[in-house]
């Protein structure tokens, strides 16, 4: 399954501009401003394209990042576009930073740290509306629960009531400490404030010499705690996405920019997630599959089929680097670097891995 980012903005942020981009130049289809758009970005993998080269496959698949841009600002969206934007994985918040007359910004002024800060009240308070309406809720069905009923019920009626006294103090749920037990009882919630955040600086093509100034600076302020922040120029990288491979290169050495934003932005959500990625190799297939860090070889198994999971005898496993040192599978093996691993076997970024079962 791809992964899942819902891009936010303020209007003239340059948030659709910023999915173009992910999306591989392809156009945000419709002009109203509440029309939903979905790309899905290819994972730009070195090592996937080598493997291909080297096993020659049928078939060669990458991981995928599904991107969402709902076309309005979180405070004027509700109902299936909210739940939508709260089934996301992560979100992206574009803020401008760029200076264009022909495009005036709605306060007037560009003022990229004013509108970072407006953006993260706007998930506050999506946040404080959702535990409004839990509480109101729950005191109504206070007044009809059973004895054995009423401790969950408080319990839950507590966590929540802190939540927004955190919320009230400006204090995304992201940087609240939770035990095991209260994340799990929130789940279903899906609170925006809690899902991990990339700030994306949209900035004009002249302050592309001083993009890692500007990153350095504000990250200094807005990362932290599964919170990022990158500086891009979403026009440029959309109108580059828009072309063939090699005039998009000839102009980004041109710019001194040594990878595509959309490389530079995965990889940022890829860290912000702890993502890895491994890899299936044959010639039917190469295929990269993105993980948690930290996964058990069973679990792992259990991204590709379910069946492969249940039914786990043990993997061959390879590290990437090792392949490549060592030229084929055959001398992998006489050098002793393709090994048989349990299911305890914890997945590394860059592994290559069969998996042997039995259902």
Known sequence: MALSIGIIGLPMSGRTTVFEAAAGGLKAAAPKPEAVHVGIAKVPDE????????FKPQKTTYAEVKYLDLGASVKNISGEALRELSAMDELVSVVRAFKDDAVPHPQ???????????????????????????????EQSMKAAKATDRPKILAEQELLLRLKAELEKDIPLRDVELSAEEEKSLSGYQFLSAKPLLTVVNIG?????????IEDEFSKRFAGRKRKLIAL?????????????????????DYGLKETGLARTIRASYALLDLISFFTVGPDEVRAWSITAGMNAQAAAGKIHSDIER???RAEVVHYDDLMRTGTMAEAKKAGVLRLEGKT??????????FLFNV
Do not use: Q, W
Request: proline residues 1%; hydrophobic residues 45%; negative net charge.
């Open 205 to 213: 093509e002249e302050d592309l010499p001083s993009a890692a100034r």
């Open 311 to 313: 039914g786990f005898i």
């Open 345 to 354: 076997y914890t997945v590394k970024d860059g592994d290559i891995a069969h």
């Open 233 to 253: 120029c979403g026009k440029l990288e959309a109108e580059l996405a828009g072309m063939d491979e090699a005039s998009a290169a000839e102009f980004r050495a």
């Open 108 to 138: 007037e002024t560009v003022d990229a740290e004013r509108d970072i800060e407006a953006m993260n009240l706007e998930l506050t308070f999506s946040d404080l509306a959702i535990i409004e309406r839990r509480l109101g809720k729950i």
């Open 47 to 54: 090592r996937i394209d080598r493997l291909s080269e080297m």
